[in-house]
T-cell receptor, first 116, second 108 residues
Framework: DAGVIQSPRHEVTEMGQEVTLRCKPISGHDYLFWYRQTMMRGLELLIYFNNNVPIDDSGMPEDRFSAKMPNASFSTLKIQPSEPRDSAVYFC??????????????FGEGSRLTVL | DAKTTQPTSMDCAEGRAANLPCNHSTISGNEYVYWYRQIHSQGPQYIIHGLKNNETNEMASLIITEDRKSSTLILPHATLRDTAVYYCIVAGGDKIIFGKGTRLHILP
């Protein structure tokens, strides 16, 4: 398996522009997670899905952020409009389950976003 | 919020065992202890997890105290490639929340 695939790997955009980050989870995994990492705040959980349904979005910073999972093999994280403080590395992860015994997370390589 | 306490950083000589401590005094009976690591600019990587028994795999060993209030991750023969941030996480079938972790430096 190719693992969790994220795109783009790097994006540089200007303040006010829309940004869309994409994620393809590992086939057969029922859970998908979006994390954001910055030097100041560390690794933060934004939202996670189970069987394409959003379960917990309490980590989404504000209404400018939205996430969708239209099918089991694809998810997007959208920021509209983007701001410089959104600059971060965004990670997608998938998991077979979140059972405490099998809930290993597999992470993608991340999307590094820079908002000027 | 993270439920664990880890030292900010540690050093270990190459070839020696690296012992990374973690305190989780408020752990509940159904919560597991997970360890992940993150090598610079990569996504976090799962290492090992356990409930109350000690666990070992090809990467590391996990020692959990009898009262489950603390644990130690052991890398038996550290190499330069083990330089990373190591995260100790307590989770009970719910979302996995990362704390600040321990930055481990392996010294040649």
């Amino acid at each position: 398996d190719a693992g969790v695939i994220q795109s783009p790997r790097h994006e540089v955009t200007e303040m006010g522009q829309e940004v869309t980050l994409r994620c393809k989870p590992i086939s057969g995994h029922d859970y998908l997670f979006w994390y954001r990492q910055t030097m100041m705040r560390g690794l933060e959980l934004l939202i996670y899905f189970n069987n394409n349904v959003p379960i917990d979005d309490s980590g989404m910073p504000e209404d400018r952020f939205s996430a969708k999972m239209p099918n089991a093999s694809f998810s997007t994280l959208k920021i509209q409009p983007s701001e410089p403080r959104d600059s971060a590395v965004y990670f997608c992860a998938s998991s077979l389950s979140i059972s405490t015994n099998t809930g290993e997370l597999f992470f993608g390589e991340g999307s590094r976003l820079t908002v000027l | 919020d993270a439920k664990t306490t880890q030292p900010t950083s540690m050093d270990c000589a190459e070839g020696r065992a690296a012992n990374l401590p973690c305190n989780h005094s408020t752990i509940s009976g159904n919560e597991y202890v997970y360890w992940y690591r993150q090598i610079h600019s990569q996504g976090p990587q799962y290492i090992i997890h356990g409930l109350k028994n000690n666990e070992t795999n090809e990467m590391a060993s996990l020692i959990i105290t009898e009262d489950r209030k603390s644990s130690t991750l052991i890398l038996p023969h550290a190499t330069l490639r083990d330089t990373a941030v190591y995260y100790c996480i307590v989770a009970g079938g719910d979302k996995i929340i990362f704390g600040k972790g321990t930055r481990l430096h392996i010294l040649p």
